[in-house]
């Protein structure tokens, strides 16, 4: 089965740099996924992760372990718009490739 | 236009009645999911589609059918909605190879009272 696993809430100060964690498990890892979500809002891609390593977007990277079942997103230069919900999510080939989605790390940014 | 739109954005209902959700897709996509979120609990599948012919069941499809119309069109409903059905619904599209994963829509709030 899958299990993914965050931090539920998270306080950062703007200007900061923030780090949330994922963990998971899985059977057939075919890919790991970042997305921020906004209160009320849909969720939008924010990063993907197949290989080890980290990928870099702007103020945003993602980085990846496949052999420790880990993955991280950093947040630098943290601003007010960055406070949401940001969602881990591992694809399973083994379960049709559908995504399972961790239950959210919110992140509250203060001045 | 967007490229996931769901319909309505807001509904409040009353216990008992059935209710329809729509989405519909421009991005081609022949994969399509219905979610559910609630505070707390992240994102759960209720039903999935792989292409028109291919309906699957997701891990809280009780209470919950679907119709694949076209490839574009998904829609979901609550044949006799109940109070804890009141949730914010999540279509979404993707294909299998996509490194960018799904494609959501705007969401669904219903209301069950």
């Known amino acids: 089965g899958q299990n993914i696993d965050q931090p539920t809430e998270m306080t950062a100060t703007e200007g900061a740099i923030v780090q949330i964690n994922c963990t998971y498990q899985?059977?057939?890892?075919?890919?790991l996924f970042w997305y921020q979500q906004h209160a009320g809002e849909a969720p939008t891609f924010l990063s993907y992760n197949v290989l080890d390593g980290l990928e870099e977007k702007g103020r945003f990277s993602s980085f990846l372990s496949r052999s420790k079942g880990y993955s991280y997103l950093l947040l630098k230069e943290l601003q007010m718009k960055d406070s949401a919900s940001y969602l881990c999510?591992?694809?399973?080939?083994?379960?049709?490739?559908?995504?399972?989605f961790g239950t959210g790390t919110r992140l509250q940014v203060f001045p | 236009d967007a490229d996931v739109t769901q319909t309505p954005r807001n509904r409040i209902t009353k216990t008992g009645k059935r209710i329809m959700l729509e989405c519909s897709q421009t991005k081609g996509h022949d994969r399509m999911y219905w979610y559910r979120q609630d505070p707390g609990l992240g994102l759960r599948l209720i039903y999935y589609s792989f292409d028109v012919k291919d309906i699957n069941k997701g891990e809280i499809s009780d209470g919950y059918s679907v119709s694949r119309q076209a490839q574009a069109k998904f829609s979901l409903s609550l044949e006799s909605a109940i109070p804890n059905q009141t949730a914010l619904y999540f279509c979404?599209?993707?294909?299998?190879?996509?490194?960018?994963?799904?494609?959501f829509g705007s969401g669904t709030r219903l209301t069950v009272v």
């Open positions: 979404a599209t993707s294909d299998l190879e996509g490194g960018f994963g799904y494609t």
């Open positions: 999510a591992v694809r399973d080939r083994r379960n049709t490739d559908k995504l399972i």
């Open positions: 899985t059977s057939g890892f075919n890919g």
